[in-house]
Nanobody, 123 residues
Framework: QVKLVESGGGLVQPGGSLRLSCATSRLVLDYYAIGWFRQAPGKEHEGVSCINSRVGDTHYTDSVKGRFTISRDYAKNTVYLQMNNLKPEDTAVYYC????????????????WGQGTQVTVSS
C-alpha cells in the first residue's frame, strides 16, 4: 500500500519561505511521479509541481515558477517542495499524491493522497 505523509506547513509572512516534505518509500520514489497540489478555501484543487524520477522530469505551474523548487532525497525517501517568496495567494492546504507521470494534474489516476499540510501566508 502506497502511503504519503506531508509535513512542514505553517504560518509565514509574505516574502518568507517554507519547505514542505512528502515522506514515502524508496519504491514509490523510483517508480511513481509525485505531485504537489493545493486547495484554498472556495477555490478549485490545483496542481503545483511534480517530479518523476524515472525520467528526470520536473514540472511547475506558472504561478510558482521561479519561486518553488521540487526535489527528492533518496536517503530520506522524501520529496521536498521548497517555497520561497511566498505570497498570500499561496495560502492553501498542500497535498502530495502519486501517478504514473507528470503529464496531467487533472487526471483521475492521481492517488495515495496524503492528509495535507496547511500553509498560511499572512502579515
Amino acid at each position: 500500500q502506497v502511503k504519503l505523509v506531508e509535513s512542514g506547513g505553517g504560518l509565514v509572512q509574505p516574502g518568507g519561505s517554507l519547505r514542505l516534505s512528502c515522506a514515502t518509500s524508496r519504491l514509490v520514489l523510483d517508480y511513481y511521479a509525485i505531485g504537489w497540489f493545493r486547495q484554498a478555501p472556495g477555490k478549485e484543487h490545483e496542481g503545483v509541481s511534480c517530479i518523476n524520477s524515472r525520467v528526470g522530469d520536473t514540472h511547475y505551474t506558472d504561478s510558482v515558477k521561479g519561486r518553488f523548487t521540487i526535489s527528492r532525497d533518496y536517503a530520506k525517501n522524501t520529496v521536498y517542495l521548497q517555497m520561497n517568496n511566498l505570497k498570500p495567494e499561496d495560502t492553501a492546504v498542500y497535498y502530495c499524491a502519486t501517478n504514473y507521470d507528470c503529464s496531467d494534474y487533472g487526471s483521475e489516476t492521481w492517488g495515495s493522497w496524503g492528509q495535507g499540510t496547511q500553509v498560511t501566508v499572512s502579515s
